[in-house]
């Protein structure tokens, strides 16, 4: 019985050496958080109605109806390699122009609800005159007020490399 025993054990025991490690761990890369499915939530999709519309005003070149659904005091402010700029929506929607044929899309937006605040990331592409233009990410702050929501802050990173179209 002892023998028994004793094989069983270093039967369990030594298969284990052929899994062992041999040297020091690699760690591997952190995922990406998981983007969400798309949304069928109502409070998600209040909250992308004025991004929505953000993106319909742009590609019209129509600033005024910008600012109906932003914070005037909110800013927005993009990243590109080497440089940082910001300004206010303001400044933004007086140099938007009808007829630029700007056109903006985002892809899997991850979207984080607390209370009368909201955040938004989401991949984005430009366009302009049906030629990609650039690539990115979005990150909108939201506010709700009176039951609606307007953008607060956007913040976009920017390049012209590893651009998917969308």
């Not at 004025?50 to 109906?68: K, M, Q, T, Y």
């Not at 802050?153 to 390049?159: K, Y």
Request: aromatic share 10%.
């Amino acid at each position: 019985m002892r023998h028994l025993l004793l094989a069983a054990t270093a039967a369990l025991l030594l298969p284990g050496a052929a899994f062992a490690q041999s040297g020091p761990v690699t760690p591997i890369a952190k995922l990406p958080p998981a983007n969400p499915l798309p949304y069928e939530d109502p409070d998600a999709t209040a909250v992308l109605a004025p991004i929505n519309a953000l993106f319909a005003a742009f590609e019209a070149g129509d600033g005024a109806a910008v600012l109906r659904h932003v914070y005037p005091d909110g800013r927005v402010t993009m990243a590109e390699e080497g440089k940082v700029r910001h300004g206010n929506w303001s400044e933004f929607a007086s140099g938007l122009k009808p007829g630029d044929g700007f056109k903006e899309r985002i892809t899997h937006p991850a979207i984080e609800i607390d209370g009368n605040v909201a955040m938004v990331w989401a991949p984005f592409t430009v366009w302009v005159n049906g030629k990609l233009n650039n690539c990115g990410y979005d990150h909108f702050d939201l506010i709700r007020e009176n039951g609606t929501w307007k953008v607060l802050n956007l913040t976009f990173s920017s390049r012209t490399t590893g651009c998917e179209a969308q």
